[in-house]
Structures are given as C-alpha cells and as structure tokens.
C-alpha cells in the first residue's frame, strides 16, 4: 500500500514510508521481549523510554540513509519506484539530515543509558549504515543484515545491565539466523532488479531453490538458541510454549514457500505474527510464570 488512508495527511504518511514505520513490528516486540528479560520484569521508566528511543533511532537512521543512498537503484525496481525519494515526494538532502539527526539521537540516549552503551553506539552505527554498501560487493550481504537485527539482544542487555552476560550471545545467535532468513525470504522477490542492478544476495548466490531449503533450516537453528537461551536463564514454562507456536507459524510458512516460491509477501508477513508471539511468551514467563 502506497497511497495514504482517507484522512490521512499526505506529508506524514511520506514520513512514515521513508522510515519504514510500517515494519517497525518486525523487531520492536523483539526488543520488549529482551527488555522484560534483562530487568527480569520492567526497567525504570527512563530507561525504558531511553532503549526505546536508541532503538527507533538506529532503526531511522539505517532506513532514510539507505533510502537516500539507494535512490538511483529503487527508481528502476518496480517494488520501490513509488518511494518517496525516488517521486520527489520527499528530498534526498532530508533523508540524508534525517539519518545524521537518527545517529545523533542514538548517541546521546546511549550516553545516557550507560558508558558502555555510549561506547558502542557508533559500533551499531557502522552496522545500520554498512548494510547498504554490502549488497553491492558480497552475496553475504544478507547474513550481514541478519547480524544487524541481532545486535538487539546484546544492546538491551548492555543497556540495562551494563554488561554482556555470555548466554545472551545465545539469544544473538538465535536472532542472527531468524534474521538471515527473513531477509533471504525478502531477497526472493527482488531476484530480477538484483540482478539487473548488479546487486548481491544468498539467493541469487545460491538460487531460489537452494535459498529455499535453507529457510527452514535457519529458522530451526535459531528457535534451538532462543530454546537454549531460556533454558539457561530459567524462564517459564511460557517461553517455551511461544517458541513452541513460532515453531508451528514458521513451518507452516515455509512450507507453503517450498510448495510455491512466488509467496514472499506471506512469507514476509508472517514474520510480523512470529515476533509478536515471541513477545507475548517472554512477557507472560517473566511476569506469570
């Protein structure tokens, strides 16, 4: 969907689609679930609000920054013709200024949070901004992205406890696989512009097939660290049962994508409901269980 609801105003709906507002529940609840895992219930209210904002910072910053540096490649894909960029809806030099003020919001909520938070911020900047330049040189490109969304894990807990506790490297791993496989389902339908653009991929790498054999794998190695991560930590009967419901999502999802490669779009969406059932196992076994 590209055009705003009725009654909705133009300019902020441009806004929204720039910063992908609309695919923030694919890892937002992911980060909540991590939230209530490292405070072992609700951090203070500051910083909870503080992680929050770090996390939609980074979020911002990668998405307009990869808008504007993408702009040239997304006018000649028919997926991402309509963006805003590419209409003239919105500026390259606002995007730009979006993603500088996106990294600066970042550092100063990590300064606040803890001085190895602080620390690192500009690690997590690297990796935001290093995704656009990867898939233009390797096929590892989509790992790369995976390992992106898996430094949630390892910033809440740094966040909250000022520290790395060796098992949430667990929970990172778990993410970086669940990750990969996402965006080697997302990289399925960009297979033809990819590959006009000279662009990189696991898929075009390994061809659709093989790309699709190995999701299932991916998404079964990282439920067996997210498994082991709660087993390690002892939480609840309730987490387990959550995995145990992604597990389900994910195999019926893949399957239906072995059966017929042209169904990304579900794919893709079904990845909302699996993240968001994460959410609901780790609340309910840190604060029921």
């Given at each position: ?7 909705a ?7 929204g689609?720039?910063?992908?507002i ?21 951090p ?13 910072a980074?979020r911002n910053?990668g ?6 540096a993408?702009r040239?490649?997304d ?24 993603s500088?003020?996106s990294?600066?919001l ?10 190895l ?12 901004y ?12 989509t ?16 966040a909250?406890?000022g ?14 696989l ?15 512009s ?14 659709v097939?093989?790309s699709t054999y190995?999701?299932p794998?991916?998404h ?17 009967i ?6 145990a ?5 994910a195999?019926?999802?893949?399957y ?34």
């Amino acid at each position: 969907m590209t055009d705003p609801p009725t009654g909705a105003s133009p300019r902020w709906w441009d806004f929204g689609r720039l910063l992908e507002i609309q695919n923030v529940g694919l890892n937002l609840p992911f980060a909540l679930a991590f939230i209530f895992i490292a405070s072992k219930g609700v951090p203070s209210l500051a910083t909870f609000l503080l992680i929050v904002i770090a996390f939609l910072a980074a979020r911002n910053a990668g998405h307009s920054f990869n808008r504007w540096a993408d702009r040239a490649q997304d006018a000649v894909n028919p997926r991402t013709q309509n963006r805003v960029l590419v209409t003239g809806r919105a500026r390259p030099e606002f995007a730009l200024a979006l993603s500088l003020a996106s990294a600066a919001l970042l550092i100063v909520a990590a300064y606040f949070l803890n001085p190895l938070a602080f620390y690192l911020s500009p690690v997590a900047l690297a990796m935001v901004y290093g995704y656009t330049y990867t898939k233009r040189i390797t096929a590892w490109t989509t790992p790369f992205l995976g390992l992106v969304e898996a430094i949630v894990p390892a910033a809440v807990f740094i966040a909250i406890q000022g520290t790395l506790p060796l098992v949430v490297l667990l929970a990172v791993g778990g993410l970086l696989l669940w990750g990969t496989a996402f965006e080697t389902i997302h990289s399925l339908g960009d297979l033809a512009s990819d590959r006009a653009l000279e662009l990189h991929s696991l898929p075009l790498l390994l061809g659709v097939r093989r790309s699709t054999y190995l999701v299932p794998v991916l998404h079964a190695a990282a439920l067996i660290l997210l498994a082991a991560f709660g087993f390690v930590l002892g939480l609840g009967i309730a987490y387990p049962i959550g995995l145990a419901a992604m597990a389900v999502v994910a195999g019926i999802t893949d399957y239906q994508l072995l059966r017929n490669t042209a169904g990304t779009p579900v794919a893709f969406r079904r990845h909302f409901l699996m993240s968001a059932i994460y959410l609901v196992g780790a609340a309910v076994a840190v604060f029921v269980a």
